[in-house]
Structures are given as C-alpha cells and as structure tokens.
C-alpha cells in the first residue's frame, strides 16, 4: 500500500514537495525501487523519476535536473522534491513500486494526489 | 527516448466484441520489456501485462499482451462492461517511457 501526502497548490517558481508512505515490509527490500508518475488534467501518463533503496535516483530527461528523489527508510517513505514549477507541472502525481529492481513496470499504484501550481 | 505511439485514439465497442489496441515503438523495445495499464476514472492505473504478453496478478485471461521489436498489441477476447477504460502502453527497457493511450467506449 502507498500513500502520496502532497501541498494541494504551489506558487509558480517554488518547489513541489512531495512524500511517498509505503506500508508493509517491501520498503526494507533491496528487491524494489520506487517510482512517481504524474498525470496532468485530461493527459496521459508522465514518468518523474526513480529511486531505489540506498537513495539512487533516476529522472526523466524531459524535467531537465528539476528533480530531487530521497528515501527514509526509518520511516519506509520516499520523497520528490521538484525545482521552479509552473503551470505545466500540474498534474495528479502517483507513487508507485517497480516490479522488481532496476527498470520495471509499477505493480502497485498509490491513489494519487493532485497538485496544482497557481498564484 | 524510446517514444510509443498508441492507436487508435479511441476504440467504440460493444459488450462482448473484441478489441485489439496497437503500440508501437520508435526503436526496438530490449526484451520486449512492454508493459500495459488500464485506468478507469479517477482511478491509479492497474497494471495488467508486463514482458509484452505476461498477466499481471487476478488478471482475467480475456486480456492477452503479444509483439515484439517495435510493435506491441494488446487483446480483449470478449470486452466486458467493467472494460471501458483508457489503456496505456510503457516500455522499460530503456529508461521508462509512456504512450498516449487509447479510449474503449461503449458504441
């Protein structure tokens, strides 16, 4: 199970924070990494990035170094951070756990949360 | 970037009609690491096919995945009303990528 706790609205140019809660014993395993999609408004779906384990971060070329992934294990939660948002950056950002380690599909979705980026 | 193309648009289908939705890929998918998700909704989507023609857990047998290389399908036998949904495709052999989806309506 996985729980996204997200701002709800961000003004254009700050950061988007966003926390991933997993709950379970999965969170301990070096057998998966995590993931965060994220859909805008009547689009389709957009991978953000990937983490694994021991804090290893992968991220789509499209948001251009904007992202910052994390992991607390002592809390089993992962983390996004992304840089200078605009307009463009609302969307429902999902969590997600890869199949396995390394490049996977996402086997089990949190329900989302949507941010919104306004003044 | 791998980019998937997804057609058609949307699919307009009866109940109990078989649908069939196209991927296809802008290079060759490694080991055919093709994945496909069904969202209804203001649902998350649901993963229902990975390695191209693998089911997902609890997933009905109507829902078939097959391809290779750069074009991928996904089947339903006999579409069921709980079906109509959008689709989407997603490659995992190099990096992660997306398709656009693809609508199944009810006609």
Redesign the interface.
Known sequence: HLQESGPGLVKPSETLSLTCTVSGDSFSSSGYYW?L?RQPPGK????VG?VDYSGIT?Q??SLKGRVTMAVDTSKSQFSLKLRSVTAADTAVY?C?RL?GAG?????I????TMVSVSS | EIVLTQSPGTLSLSPGERATLSCRASQSVRSNYLAWYQQKPGQAPRLLIYGASNRATDIPDRFSGSGSGTDFTLTISRLEPEDFAVYYCQQYGSSLTFGGGTKVEIK
């Not at chain 1, 490049?103 to 086997?107: L, V, Y």
């Open positions: 993931g999609i389709g779906l957009e991978w990937t992968y789509s070329s999902y997600a199949q490049w996977a599909p996402f086997d979705w949190g329900q989302g």
